[in-house]
């Protein structure tokens, strides 16, 4: 079997743009982030949770920032788009969810709606996948976005933060639980709820 040279195996990464390495760097926070909060159910260590949601943020930064890179440079492709999308599903759908699950939404309602939550910021950027491509078509330029950005889910995370710092998790948790039927059900994943609701609307915000 013929095996690669060296310059066909290390191809992809030569590819990488600038703003390539950003967008990598806040899937790898959001990464962290999902660790950080496994190592707070298994130790109880209300550190883990500040640590997880300040990973949250950190990813926020370099999402801001490999967008702008791009921009400045005028270096974007179909494969950092690709990226950003991978990446913004690690840190602001599947961190935020696992991080309120960490803070006591664990009925079996909650993960339904935490559920939802992620499968909506899901397709929320498959869909501007999609469009952006045919919106910028005719303009050169995508004017608006359909649905919130997943990366308001950082307001999610910050109130997480927020009642942890409070004692306000677990059995603690905001709103208490009720049972209906044999599921338990926190109201504060209603919030995740809206959230999720609100990435897959139609409703148009401008892109700056």
């Excluded at 370099?62 to 492709?77: N, P």
């Excluded at 909650?110 to 919106?135: E, H, I, K």
């Excluded at 942890?164 to 639980?177: C, K, P, S, V, Y």
């Amino acid at each position: 079997m013929a095996t690669q040279t060296p310059h066909k195996r290390f191809s992809m990464i030569r590819e990488f743009q600038l703003a390539d390495w950003f967008t990598l760097a806040n899937a790898v926070s959001g990464t962290g982030a999902i660790f950080s909060i496994i190592s707070f159910l298994e130790t109880s260590d209300i550190q883990y949770i500040y640590l997880a949601c300040s990973l949250v943020l950190v990813a926020l930064v370099f999402d801001i920032l490999d967008g702008r890179i791009a921009r400045w440079r005028q270096k974007a492709s179909l494969m950092g788009q690709e990226l950003d999308s991978l990446a913004d599903v690690i840190s602001f759908g599947v961190a935020p969810a696992v991080i309120a699950y960490a803070c006591g939404m664990q009925g079996e309602l909650d993960r339904v709606v935490l559920l939802f939550f992620v499968a909506c910021g899901v397709s929320r950027l498959a869909r501007y996948n999609v469009t952006a491509a045919s919106m910028s078509a005719e303009t050169g330029k995508v004017k608006y976005f359909e649905g919130t950005p997943i990366p308001t889910s950082i307001v999610l995370v910050g109130l997480l933060a927020w009642a942890a710092a409070t004692g306000a998790i677990r059995e603690n948790l905001w709103f208490g639980d009720f049972t209906i039927g044999n599921y338990v059900f926190h109201p504060l994943v209603i919030l995740f709820a809206i959230s999720g609701s609100l990435m897959i609307s139609r409703i148009r915000i401008p892109k700056l």
